[in-house]
């Protein structure tokens, strides 16, 4: 019996372990506010980096928009010439006897006026209004019989907006001030 009596006393340090309990308690409070902190910061960081992406897709989508709206003007200005061309053709057709050639040279010109409305694109066409440099290029200057001073009194090539960009100023004689 002697030995359970001396087994008695060694069970005191379990004893301690029981008092180091309250302190693990402390030290788990400790940890859990340091995780509690630690999410905070990566949820921060996550929403921080949400917002990133989500300001990179505007970004993105507004260059893409933009990128495309440059190629449809350019697409647009680089076939005027054809434009005009078609124009002339019209013109020179209307004094031949070729009736096939005047139909057809008119409904192609109907057909590319046709696209150009469907693309936003109209004519500046200012004959008698006040000079804009803004939409006009003078290249010549009038008398004072063409009209009042500072107006536009003949168009010489046709210019064309698409929306309210210029794709090509007109070219115009202007009575001077």
């Not at 300001?55 to 003007?73: C, I, S, V």
């Not at 109209?122 to 803004?134: A, H, L, Q, T």
């Not at 939409?135 to 698409?162: F, R, S, W």
């Amino acid at each position: 019996m002697s030995e359970v009596e001396k087994k008695e006393p060694e069970e005191t340090p379990e004893t301690e372990e029981t008092e180091e309990a309250p302190v693990r308690e402390v030290g788990a409070d400790q940890e859990t506010e340091e995780a509690k902190a630690q999410a905070a910061e990566y949820l921060a960081m996550a929403q921080r980096v949400q917002a990133d992406f989500e300001n990179y897709r505007r970004r993105n989508e507004k260059a893409k928009t933009e990128a495309f709206a440059d190629g449809k003007r350019e697409a647009a200005s680089a076939m005027l010439g054809v434009l005009d061309n078609l124009e002339r053709a019209a013109d020179a057709a209307e004094g031949s006897a070729d009736e096939a050639l005047k139909s057809g040279v008119t409904l192609v010109l109907k057909q590319m006026r046709d696209v150009y409305a469907k693309m936003d694109v109209s004519e500046i066409n200012r004959v008698g209004e006040k000079f804009d440099p803004n939409l006009e290029n003078a290249i010549l200057q009038g008398t004072e019989e063409d009209g009042e001073p500072g107006t536009v009194c003949q168009v010489l090539q046709k210019g064309y907006m698409m929306g309210d960009k210029v794709l090509r100023h007109a070219m115009v004689k202007v009575v001077p001030e």
